[in-house]
């Protein structure tokens, strides 16, 4: 298996379609959502697509706490040196500076 990817808003329609194609590619997929434009009956859809159900969180990642526990957890228990994060954002409001700061914690 390649990579872990983490995909906010993956619920929605283009990060669900997203998170289909990098689950077929081979990529484990981590899907965080807040669910505010979707709802967890996405991830059925996705894992009768693919066969495989993506980890989920439900989180709206405007939290800030919330957030930084999260990455904080994933990048302790799930990625190490050799299997490094990426992440791919679909939210509108504020992509730049989630960007920038969520990957600078990778």
């Given at each position: 298996m390649k990579a872990k990817v983490i995909v906010t808003g993956g619920s929605?329609?283009?990060?669900?379609?997203?998170?289909?194609?990098?689950?077929?590619?081979?990529?484990?997929?981590?899907?965080?959502?807040?669910?505010?434009?979707?709802?967890k009956e996405t991830l059925n859809r996705i894992e009768q697509i693919t066969?495989?159900?993506p980890d989920f969180i439900e989180l709206n990642l405007a939290n800030k706490k919330d957030r930084f526990q999260v990455i904080k957890k994933q990048k302790r228990?799930?990625?190490?040196?050799?299997d490094k994060a990426q992440i791919l954002l679909?939210?509108?409001?504020?992509?730049?500076?989630?960007?920038?700061?969520?990957?600078?914690m990778l």
């Open positions: 929605g329609y283009i990060g669900s379609h997203t998170a289909i194609e990098l689950i077929n590619a081979g990529f484990k997929v981590l899907i965080i959502d807040d669910l505010s434009n979707s709802s066969e495989r159900m228990t799930h990625i190490t040196d050799n679909f939210k509108v409001k504020k992509i730049i500076s989630y960007s920038i700061l969520l990957t600078n």
